[in-house]
């Protein structure tokens, strides 16, 4: 069974510029969360989505934002890109969609560096 | 806010002894407990979970315990092997798809 699939895995950008990242989850599972791991502040939630909805939010500015596809699969993107947003984004995929918590995997994360 | 602390950031053991990491939350409507294994240059991999109706879970080398009332759990691995050797994470979760994640501990086993 696949595992979560993470494009592209690393990319280069310059300030001001926007990014768009892309998830395919775990074939049957419908929960897609997004995830920002820097050096400095670790492993910090974005959004969670489910049935194309954004179900929950984290405390990240407006130009950070997403979406998720009718088959599941999501995208993020980041707009006018700052020097601090470079960091790894980590996509999780879980079954479990109701008001209990499930397992997370993860993706190889796509590596973004802007300069 | 929603908070996990975990200590320690740093652990060198030799290969055969025992690993403990411990964890602390702060939002008592957490409900569900991973820890993760971060190898360098690859996403996370769930290792081990709990969830708040359970004191204790054990998978082979790697065993976890919960108290609730304390609001701290802690991940013990015995019999140390130099594959061990990564980044562990813990993290706490009340609301699906979220997790608070601790900030890591290297562990480091010696062979």
């Known amino acids: 069974k696949a595992g979560v699939t993470q494009t592209p895995r690393y990319l280069i950008k310059t300030r001001g510029q926007q990014v768009t990242l892309s998830c395919s989850p775990i074939?049957?599972?419908?929960?897609v969360s997004w995830y920002q791991q820097t050096p400095g502040q670790g492993l910090q939630f974005l959004f969670e989505y489910f049935s194309e909805t954004q179900r929950n939010k984290g405390n990240f500015p407006g130009r950070f934002s997403g979406r998720q596809f009718s088959n599941s699969r999501s995208e993020m993107n980041v707009s006018t890109l700052e020097l601090g947003d470079s960091a790894l984004y980590l996509c999780?995929?879980?079954?479990?969609?109701?008001?209990?918590?499930?397992?997370?995997?993860f993706g190889e994360g796509s590596r973004l560096t802007v300069l | 806010g929603e908070n996990v602390e975990q200590h320690p950031s740093t652990l060198s053991v030799q290969e055969g002894d025992s690993a403990v990491i411990k964890c602390t939350y702060s939002?008592?409507?957490?409900?569900?407990f991973p820890w993760y294994k971060q190898e360098l240059g690859k996403g996370p991999q769930l290792i081990i979970d709990?969830?708040?109706?359970?004191g204790e879970k054990k998978d082979q080398r790697i065993a976890v315990t919960l108290n609730k009332t304390a609001k701290h759990f802690s991940l013990h691995i015995t019999e140390t092997q130099p594959e061990d050797s990564a980044v562990y994470f813990c993290?706490?979760?009340?609301?699906?798809?979220?997790?608070?994640f601790g900030q890591g501990t290297t562990l480091q086993v010696k062979p």
């Open positions: 939002d008592s409507a957490s409900n569900y």
């Open positions: 999780a995929s879980s079954l479990l969609a109701g008001a209990g918590t499930g397992e997370l995997f």
């Open positions: 074939s049957g599972h419908r929960s």
């Open positions: 993290a706490a979760s009340s609301i699906p798809g979220k997790l608070i």
């Open positions: 709990i969830r708040s109706n359970v």
